[in-house]
């Protein structure tokens, strides 16, 4: 009996059944198969079930899906992500099948780079005033664009502080937009690393 | 907010052709914004719709761009970009004799500076961000029913 675990799951399901079946037939005066075979058929039905290839690959491919739906609806009751990114997502199709990573990743290479010169001009001791207007315009802009509703506040928060001319003011609240952007690109991350699980999960499918 | 329930990627991704025809027409878009992150997020709303787009980088290579004979069915303009902004390159289009439709898209926007847009020549004025396609929708059924056909820029002798 033990050799019979060492096969693939599918193949031992439909070699036990065939057994079992062969087993019943030849008894036929047996209404109820005793308790020795009752307990062989609900075994070794029950195993199969849940350790078959196309059982589990199923549940894996539900599974991501739902950690990926439970983690964006996590990220809109944050406040982290809205409707825009939602919007967004939804541009991809079938024709287009990199729009979402291709989006995402050029959110976060212009943002890095804005980020780093808005560090170096927030640095100097006479802020250039109009510099930043215009790179805290654009990473408001694209962090709107792209769903990222708490970064974009953040940024407003920060236009405000250059506005009044406020130095103080727009050191903090540009740490807030800093703090915002390394939430946003974390749950980009994870977003990105949880469509690639599920397009591989059903690249593999349709390959059988 | 509802999160699509099928949101495998195979489930999300449809085939281009068998979405709803009647939204699907062959108008053309001009595209002008500073910023290519927005450029290409404008570009896919409206390719989703069917539009062919095209883009700028500056009001001033829109500008350029009906100098050399281009011509759109409609613009989308933002406001805040170097080099010409969005009020003065609708102010320049509309001077040039050119009766395409433009729609101002910006964000940040005072009342004062978005009244200046709209006086500019903006047949109409949206808020950033446009991610949503059922705003264009509105905007294509405009454009069915335009019986004249959009004018370029105008020659004088």
Redesign the interface.
Known sequence: MLCFYSLPAHQLHIILTAILLYKQFSILHFFIPNSHSLFFICVHFIIPFFSSPFSTNKMV?TS??QQ??NF??SM?DQGIL???F????????????Q?LT??IT??IN?ADVSLAETTRLMNEPELDYETLT?YL??L???S????GCRMAVAC?DV?QAIDARDKARCLETFERVKQEYQTLRSSFNNILQL?RS??AY?NRR?RG | MEFEEDSTASKRMKIAENEDPITKVQFSALIVDDDPLIRKIHSEVLNSLGFQTRVAKSGKEAVDLYHAGANFDIVFMDMQMPVMNGIEATKELRGMGVSTKIVGVSSECSESEIEAFILAGLDLYYAKPLTDANKIIPLMEDLKNKSVPNEGPKKTM
């Open positions: 491919g991501l899906e990926l739906r964006l609806r809109h809205d409707h825009n939602e919007n967004v997502r939804r541009l991809q199709t079938q024709g287009n099948p729009f291709e989006v050029m959110f212009d215009s315009h654009q408001r802009g694209s709107a664009s792209i769903g407003r236009r469509e599920i397009m059903e349709r």
